[in-house]
C-alpha cells in the first residue's frame, strides 16, 4: 500500500513539475510600444530585445522613406515632401523626351539619357506601390509584430533576439553599401566644378528655355539632378531594406515553426503527462502555422512580384547603356550608377535564393521530424506537410521568364557584358 502511495504521489509531482515548467516558459509578458509619456517606474512593462530590435528597423525605414512622405507601416496623409516627391518623379518623364529631342542622333549621348531609365522606373513603382498599396503592408507587419510580442520568454524568445540582431545588422549594411552610390555619382562633377570651375553635368537632362553651358543654367541642372537623386537613393533604400525585412521575419516564422515541430516530439514520448487531444490540437496549431507562412510568402508575391519584374527588366537595358557609356564615352558619373544598379539586381536575385533556402529548410524541418514514430493518423498529416513544402513552396519569379535567384543574376551580367560589346562593336 506504501509503494503504490508513493508511486501515485512521484506521478503526480511529475505531473506537477512538468506544468509548472510550460507555464514558466509559455507565461506571456504585457508589451508596450515605447511612448515618452509612459511612467518609466512601471515594472510590469517589459520592452522584450527583440522587439526592440524589430521597432528600431522599421524605425530606421520609416526615418529614410520619411523624405519622400510616405510610411510603409502606416497609412499617411498627402503632405508637401510626398507631393514633391511624385511632382519631380512624373515631371522627369517629359524632360527626358526633351532631351532625346536635343541631343539627337548623337547615339552616345543618347544612351547617357537612356541610363536614367534604369533609376526611373523602378522608383516610380515603388513609389506608387507603397502610397496605393499600403494597406496590404500594414497587415504583415502586425502579423509578426503581434506574434514577437507573445514570445518574450524561453528558447523561442533566444532564437528571436539573435534572428533580430542579425536582422538588424544586414539592414545596417545594406544602408551603409546602398547609400554611399550616391556621393560617387555626385563627386565628380561637384569636384571638377569646385577645383577647375568645369560645367559637367551629372545626368544627361535638358531643361526647356534653360541654358546649361552657363553659370545660371548649370546650376539649375545641377540643383535638380541633384535633388532627384537623393530623393531616389533614399526612397529605393527604404524599399529594399522593407523587402529585406519582410524576408527576414519570414525566416524567424520558419524557426518558430522548428520549434514546435520539435515541442511535439517531446509530447508524443510523454503520452501518459499529455492527452492524445492535447497533442492533436498542437499539431493542428502546426498546420495552421504554415497555412499562415505559405500565405504570408504568397501575399508578398501578390505584392512586390509586379515591381521586382519591371524593376530588372529597366535595369537590365539600363546596365547595357550605362557600363558602354561608361567605359567608352567617359562618363564618370557613370561609375556610381553602374553600382547602384548592381546593387539593386543583385540584391534582388538573393533575396530570391534566401527565399528558395528557407523554404528547403522548412520542408526539411517536417522531413527530419520522426514522423514515422507516430501513429498512422498523424504520419498520413506529416505526410501531406512535406508534400505541400517541397512541391507546393512559392516561387519567386521574374514574369513568365524566369526564377529569382543568383543565378539569373549572373546570367544577366554576362548577357549585359554581350550586350555591351555588341554596341561598342556598331557605333
Known amino acids: ?29 504585457s508589451v508596450k510600444p515605447v511612448n515618452s509619456s509612459t511612467n518609466t517606474g512601471d515594472k510590469n512593462c517589459i520592452e522584450a530585445k527583440h522587439l526592440q530590435k524589430f521597432r528600431a528597423i522599421w524605425s530606421l525605414v520609416d526615418s529614410m522613406a520619411f523624405v519622400v512622405g510616405v510610411s510603409l507601416i502606416r497609412q499617411k496623409n498627402i503632405n508637401a515632401r510626398m507631393v514633391l516627391a511624385a511632382l519631380l518623379l512624373f515631371v522627369t518623364y517629359p524632360f527626358l523626351f526633351y532631351t532625346k529631342l536635343v541631343v539627337w542622333p548623337n547615339v552616345p549621348f543618347l544612351l547617357e539619357v537612356l541610363c536614367i531609365y534604369g533609376a526611373l522606373i523602378p522608383s516610380t513603382l515603388k513609389f506608387t506601390l507603397i502610397v496605393r498599396h499600403v494597406k496590404q503592408l500594414t497587415p504583415m507587419h502586425d502579423f509578426f509584430e503581434k506574434i514577437l510580442i507573445s514570445h518574450t520568454t524561453g528558447s523561442r524568445s533566444d532564437d ?33 566644378f569646385v577645383t577647375e570651375g568645369r560645367l559637367i553635368p551629372i545626368m544627361r537632362i535638358e531643361f526647356p528655355f534653360v541654358d546649361q553651358t552657363d553659370m545660371k543654367g548649370y546650376l539649375i541642372g545641377l540643383a535638380y539632378v541633384s535633388l532627384i537623386g537623393f530623393l531616389a537613393v533614399l526612397g529605393n533604400v527604404a524599399f529594399d531594406v522593407t523587402v529585406l525585412t519582410f524576408l527576414l521575419e519570414f525566416k524567424s516564422l520558419v524557426t ?67 557600363v558602354y557609356a561608361t567605359l567608352n564615352n567617359g562618363w564618370i558619373p557613370g561609375y556610381g550608377f553602374c553600382l547602384f544598379c548592381f546593387i539593386q539586381l543583385y540584391f534582388q536575385c538573393i533575396l530570391g535564393t534566401f527565399v528558395d533556402n528557407q523554404q528547403d529548410r522548412m520542408s526539411q524541418a517536417f522531413y527530419l521530424t520522426p514522423w514515422y514514430e507516430y501513429p498512422i493518423r498523424v504520419q498520413k498529416i506529416f505526410l501531406l506537410l512535406i508534400h505541400a513544402s517541397s512541391f507546393n513552396a512559392v516561387k519567386l519569379r521574374i514574369g513568365p ?27
Open 401 to 427: 521568364f524566369a526564377l529569382l535567384d543568383v543565378q539569373t543574376g549572373v546570367t544577366v551580367t554576362k548577357l549585359r557584358w554581350t550586350k555591351s560589346s555588341i554596341l561598342k562593336l556598331n557605333l
Open 160 to 192: 528571436l533576439v539573435k534572428e533580430m540582431n542579425n536582422a538588424y545588422n544586414t539592414v545596417k549594411f545594406f544602408v551603409v553599401v546602398s547609400v554611399p552610390c550616391f556621393a560617387v555619382f555626385v563627386l565628380y562633377p561637384v569636384q571638377a
Open 1 to 29: 500500500m506504501t509503494r503504490m502511495t508513493n508511486q501515485i504521489w512521484a506521478t503526480w509531482k511529475s505531473k506537477l513539475r512538468t506544468a509548472l515548467n510550460r507555464h514558466g516558459q509559455f507565461q506571456v509578458i
Open 256 to 322: 518558430l515553426l522548428e520549434h514546435d515541430l520539435h515541442e511535439y516530439y517531446e509530447f508524443s514520448k510523454e503520452k501518459e503527462t499529455y492527452s492524445t487531444q492535447y497533442r492533436d490540437s498542437f499539431l493542428k496549431n502546426i498546420c495552421k502555422k504554415y497555412n499562415d507562412i505559405h500565405r504570408f510568402l504568397l501575399c508578398f508575391q501578390r505584392t512586390f512580384g509586379n515591381v521586382t519584374y519591371h524593376s530588372i527588366c529597366a535595369l537590365y537595358g539600363s546596365l547595357i547603356c550605362s
